[in-house]
């Protein structure tokens, strides 16, 4: 499992967008760009989406978590107008999904799953026909095309056929077209999966960049992507919202006691029998050795107690070497899984 | 209609761009043009016989012994061949999942039914202009009457929109374009042999039942007559599935 690297948090690396978003969130100037109560969907018997009721303001990055079948593909259909609700209602931009779907559509964005562009035809000609269906205005539709196949980095690409090309242009072009009307409100259905590291670090920026402006609702099942680019998370399980929160918020649920991580240089058992003397330390969860050849231990603190100037004074007066101490942070995938996995 | 235009082009470029309607006009008019070559050579052959025994003479015509008949068998062609036309109009977009996309941007299904339906029969209409030789050659070297050849050309393109439209309505059921061209095909098969049963089932029924044939139908255009009955047919059958997709569309978002 990825553990998230202790003392590393993206959500305050300098430079980051989303650190634009915190601002105008906390002005509490936002509306409601998506906004959905109460909304389910039933097919036949089953409840594919149920009583999901949440709200995303303008300019917000959600990511919408949950395991693939938990609901987030039939919530971003009904979100685009593609579904209609069975219970509940959703808008978006203001105007309701159902009875003013001409309305949403022509404000919002929309990159499915599986990216169906049309394969036959050149990302050029594409582009032109999805401008024409989404009405842009003969006038604006070079201009706007140009924008975003500029912001896609397609441009090498634009006389090609989309059959021929690689999945990760594929992918972008599919961004294309959901950016081509300048959407309000952008809805990406797990648009990394399938492509290769470089071309997910890629697209993540890509979508980091659009952050302020549009408001986007980002479905995915992988955690990182998260971690990275959004400052609030959705989770979905079996059809239901079971978490709305910060990810930070999400892994501060993980740390109600401290872990510490040590790396020292002693051998495993000194270093194990050493820390479980230690004042405040409950348990010695493990102890291995580190690329270095250090000892690395993972102790468990009693709750409310903060051991770690105790452990040096032991490591010290001891002599043993310390290499490094930190607190390990619970990671996403922690929560996640707790949240997904309390019910079965 | 901008965006209908644009459903419109985006249909046709697909069927000039893919070999779909180059097969389908060519093997048209191979059969087209083998018809045409026998009832001609059949109107020689009679030719021939009324000049020894000019009594039969009387009821030769270019116009009753070949462009009636041929008209009839190319409706019998057009049953086969149209349903390719109309089988991937949505079937192929469900199942590559283009129609997810397709469904979220701000066009009506009417401006996508009328976009795609009108390619469909732009392609047709092509197919069948090209069969206008044959009328050019008759012209050419006999003197065959304007009027029935004029709406005969109606008539038949009348019918096969009708068809088309029955198409268009099959292929939006499902994602598969096999099944789509199958039970168009046998719709339009049906249509065409209904008028059989009229003899033996009650007489009620069997004016129905005859009213409902669409070679019935194409008789009076065959001969010359433009019949109100017949156009209100044809629109209506045209017409009916069309809505019935627009149905099927809408109701496809409640099912799924």
Redesign the interface.
């Known amino acids: 499992m990825l553990r998230a690297k202790p003392n590393r948090c993206n959500f305050f690396l300098p430079g980051c967008p989303a650190r634009g978003i915190t601002v105008r969130a906390g002005a509490g100037a936002v509306r409601a760009m998506i906004e959905a109560t109460g909304l389910g969907k039933r ?1 036949g018997p089953r409840h594919a989406v149920r009583d999901v009721t949440f709200s995303i303001g303008a300019g917000e990055i959600v990511g919408f978590l949950g395991p693939n079948g938990a609901g987030k593909t039939t919530t971003l ?1 009904m979100l ?5 609700p069975t219970s509940g209602e959703a808008r978006v931009a203001g105007f309701d999904v159902v009875s003013q779907s ?1 309305e949403v ?2 404000r ?1 964005g ?1 990159l ?1 799953e ?1 990216v ?6 050149t990302v050029s ?1 594409y582009l032109e ?2 401008g ?4 842009i205005a003969r006038g604006e539709q070079a201009r706007r095309i140009a924008t975003v196949v500029d912001a896609c980095g397609i441009g090498d690409v634009r006389g090609r056929r989309i059959g021929a090309l690689s999945r990760g242009y594929r992918q972008r072009v599919g961004l294309a ?1 959901a950016l081509l009307n300048d959407p309000d409100v952008l809805f990406l259905d797990e648009p990394t999966v399938g492509l290769d590291p470089k071309q997910i670090v890629e697209i993540r920026e890509l979508i980091k960049s659009l952050a302020g402006r549009r408001t986007v609702l980002l479905s995915t099942h992988i955690l990182p992507e998260v971690n990275v680019l959004c400052r609030r998370v959705l989770i979905i399980h079996q059809g239901r919202l079971v978490a709305d929160a910060r990810p930070e918020d999400l892994r501060a649920r993980g740390q109600g006691t401290l872990r510490i991580e040590v790396e020292a240089r002693a051998p495993q058992d000194t270093l194990a029998a050493l820390l479980a003397r230690v004042a405040g330390v409950a348990a010695v969860d493990t102890v291995d050795i580190n690329a270095n050849g250090d000892a690395r231990a993972r102790v468990t603190a009693h709750d409310g107690d903060d051991p770690r100037e105790a452990i040096v004074a032991a490591l010290v007066a001891a002599g043993i070497g310390l290499r490094s101490m930190s607190v390990a942070s619970a990671s996403l995938e922690d929560v996640f899984l707790e949240l997904v996995t309390r019910e079965e | 209609m901008h965006k209908t235009a644009a459903i419109f082009r985006r249909e046709i470029a697909y069927y000039f761009q893919s070999p779909v309607a180059y097969a389908v006009i060519a093997i048209f008019l191979l059969l087209a043009g083998y018809f045409f070559y026998n009832l001609l050579g059949y109107f020689n052959l009679a030719s021939l016989q009324a000049m020894q025994n000019p009594a039969q003479a009387g009821s030769l015509s270019l116009t009753s012994a070949v462009m009636q008949p041929l008209l009839g068998n190319l409706c019998t062609v057009l049953l086969l061949l149209l349903p390719l036309l109309t089988m991937r109009l949505f079937a192929e977009e469900r199942r590559s999942g283009a129609a997810e996309l397709l469904f979220t941007y701000p066009v009506s299904d009417a401006s996508v039914i009328v976009g795609k339906f009108a390619a469909a029969a732009t392609v047709y209409a092509v197919m069948l202009a090209m069969t206008l030789p044959y009328v050019a050659l008759l012209a050419h070297f006999g003197d065959p009457e304007p009027g029935p050849i004029v709406s005969g050309y109606v008539g038949l393109f009348l019918m096969g929109i009708a068809f088309l439209a029955m198409g268009t309505f099959f292929s939006s059921l499902g994602d598969s374009q096999l099944i789509a061209a199958a039970t168009t095909f046998g719709c339009g098969l049906l249509f065409l042999v209904v008028g059989w049963m009229t003899p033996f089932v009650p007489s009620g029924i069997g004016a129905v039942l005859g009213q409902l044939s669409i070679v019935h139908h194409l008789e009076g255009f065959a001969r010359g007559v433009i019949d109100t009955n017949d156009l209100v047919f044809y629109a209506s059958i045209t017409v009916f599935f069309l809505f019935l997709c627009a149905r099927v569309l809408d109701s496809a978002r409640w099912r799924s």
């Open positions: 097919f259909r685009t107008g593609f579904l209609p001409m559509r022509s919002i929309y499915p599986t169906p562009v049309y394969r036959d035809l000609a026909f999805v024409r269906l989404k009405g077209q």
